[in-house]
């Protein structure tokens, strides 16, 4: 009986909120028509008579029209904060999508994952995708910050659905351990083979045979690995000219 009073109470709610959408529609076309009658014109004016209709004061509007509030309301009263049951594919795939680019990083040609930033990136994302606070997508270290120090954040997991969370959660490491893999898997394998190559062929002019081979294979990888090669290319020819120069004339 209880569910079903909780589940009457949100359709009647969002029955409100598409009710006051609807009426701020219907609003605007009979404003760009004129068909307000002369007493909604005359409370019109009253109403905005000192207001300065800007980008932000529209989005004031359509922020209470669809029950977004600001971080200083939810943190006022937690009671005013609304969590969804559940987003849609596309939603959980652009939220594990941001997760995997915040939180694996290159250092110095090895791919790292930095697991501090993986969880608060993941908290933030589930309090901006689920919870009905208007918060910025993009530098919000410092919001983040706000929100957990107080209780935003730990409130909004604890009120959401767990399979949720524990679904996302499991997409996203699974996410994160692929691009590690997949990143780390080329260099692995190059790096072995070309110290096995080495302790196999010590003549100079074999190696840069090789390696010009092995670059012109690979123009189509990450130009900075083959770069290094050319590297290795270039110092192998200068090991081989001391070989046949002046040093070379003791053979």
Known sequence: MKDKEIKD???IEDVKVTEAIEKDIETEIKSELGLFTAEEEAQADKMYKDVEITEEFIEEEINTALGIISIDEAIADKSKITIKNYISFQFKQILVEDVINSCVINDDGITKIDYGLK???TEYLMVLQYANIDLPETNFVDTYDLLNANGIIEYV???MPS???YNLKLVINQEVEQALILSNKFEVIVNKFLQDLL???PETKSIEKWIKNLIKSL???N???VAKLQELLTFSKTKGEDVDGESGKTK
């Open 219 to 221: 123009k189509d990888f």
């Open 163 to 165: 399979n949720e969370i």
């Open 9 to 11: 109470t949100e359709i």
């Open 119 to 121: 969880l608060f990136v």
């Open 223 to 225: 130009p900075e690995k």
């Open 157 to 159: 997991l604890n009120e």
């Open 199 to 201: 302790t196999k062929i």
